[in-house]
């Protein structure tokens, strides 16, 4: 079991920087493939980006390529996304999710936090 709560959402302007946090607890977290996805209103759950348990391989999605970074400390069960030159198509609930692999599919992660709400003005 892994449960998770994200942190650092916020309003921010077009260009700006936010750094959101998921904090996990649960033994299999180090274990743990994890996702950042976002969901615009109106729209469909989306990847963004992915890590796999070491930290060595990370996957993004197009859009946000270049843009974000994820990041993960196992000795202090988190995980990170440093989101750059915020866009007003940015603007989201963000999760993060935890699964047994990286993958893109949001079907693929059996645990989510609650979300939090980045919002990015023109």
């Known amino acids: 079991q892994v449960q998770l709560v994200e942190s650092g959402g916020g309003l921010v302007q077009a260009g700006g920087s936010l750094r959101l946090s998921c904090a996990a607890s649960?033994?299999?977290?180090?274990?743990?493939?994890m996702g950042w996805f976002r969901q615009a209103p109106g729209k469909e759950r989306e990847f963004a980006a992915g890590?796999?348990?070491?930290?060595?391989?990370?996957y993004y999605a197009d859009s946000v390529k270049g843009r974000f970074t994820i990041s993960r400390d196992n000795a202090k069960n988190t995980v990170y996304l440093q989101m750059n030159s915020l866009k007003p198509e940015d603007t989201a609930v963000y999760y993060c999710?935890?699964?047994?692999?990286?993958?893109?599919?949001?079907?693929?992660?059996?645990?989510w936090g609650q979300g939090t709400q980045v919002t990015v003005s023109s």
């Open positions: 890590i796999n348990w070491s930290g060595i391989t990370t």
């Open positions: 649960g033994r299999t977290f180090s274990n743990s493939a």
């Open positions: 999710a935890a699964g047994s692999a990286l993958r893109t599919s949001r079907y693929e992660y059996n645990y």
